[in-house]
Nanobody
Framework: QVQLVESGGGLVQTGGSLRLSCAAS????????MSWYRQAPGKQRELVAS???????NYADSVKGRFTISRDNAKNAVHLQMNSLKSEDTAVYYC???????????????WGQGTQVTVSS
C-alpha cells in the first residue's frame, strides 16, 4: 500500500520560513499531479499549490511570490518552500497526489496525514 508521508511543519515567527516535504512510501511507478492543500480552523480545505508530472506549477493568489512548490520524481517527493510567512498561513497542510501508479494499479486522490504549520507574531 502506497502512502504519502509528510514532514517539516512546526512553529515559526511571522516573516520566517519553513520547508514541507512529502514522499510516497512503498513501490511507486509514477505519480501525476502533486499538490499541497491547507485547512485552517473553521475553514474549508483550500489548494495552496500544485505541480504536474511535467513540472507545471499553479499557486493560490494568497501565496504567490512567497511559496515555491517543487518535486523530485526520482524520490516520488514534493516539497513546499514557504517564505515570508504570515499568521494567516497557520493551518494543517496536506499533501495530495491525484494519481499514483503502483504494483496494484492506480490509486486515485491520495492524501497525507497532515502537518501543522503555526505562524506566530
Amino acid at each position: 500500500q502506497v502512502q504519502l508521508v509528510e514532514s517539516g511543519g512546526g512553529l515559526v515567527q511571522t516573516g520566517g520560513s519553513l520547508r514541507l516535504s512529502c514522499a510516497a512510501s512503498g513501490r511507486v511507478f509514477g505519480i501525476n499531479t502533486m499538490s499541497w492543500y491547507r485547512q485552517a480552523p473553521g475553514k474549508q480545505r483550500e489548494l495552496v499549490a500544485s505541480i504536474t508530472g511535467g513540472g507545471t506549477t499553479n499557486y493560490a493568489d494568497s501565496v504567490k511570490g512567497r511559496f515555491t512548490i517543487s518535486r523530485d520524481n526520482a524520490k516520488n517527493a514534493v516539497h513546499l518552500q514557504m517564505n515570508s510567512l504570515k499568521s494567516e498561513d497557520t493551518a494543517v497542510y496536506y499533501c495530495n497526489a491525484d494519481r499514483i501508479l503502483g504494483p496494484l494499479g492506480i490509486m486515485y486522490d491520495s492524501w497525507g496525514q497532515g502537518t501543522q504549520v503555526t505562524v506566530s507574531s
